[in-house]
């Protein structure tokens, strides 16, 4: 099975709270941090969790409000 990635860039300052909330929901997803300057995370969502996890950033956007601006790399 493989997972679903999602790349998003975020506040710096909050990468570390994203971090404890998202992993909090045990297996669900895992995120890492791409480019610590950039700010660019990665979620690696597990199969049968996106719509859990679609609904927990959701809340953080709205609760907390957490910017997640979607990442898209330009391949040269």
């Known amino acids: 099975m493989q997972t679903n ?6 506040d710096r300052s909050k990468i570390n709270y994203i971090r ?6 045990d297996g669900m997803a895992i995120v890492s941090t791409l480019d610590p300057f ?4 990665e979620l690696k969502i597990a199969p049968g969790c996106n719509t859990v996890i679609d609904e927990l950033l959701h809340s953080l956007r709205i609760d907390e409000k957490i910017k997640f601006d979607p990442y898209n ?3 040269l």
């Open 73 to 75: 790399p330009v391949t």
């Open 5 to 10: 990635k999602k790349l998003f860039i975020v």
């Open 20 to 25: 404890w909330i998202i992993e909090s929901y």
């Open 38 to 41: 950039k700010a660019v995370i």
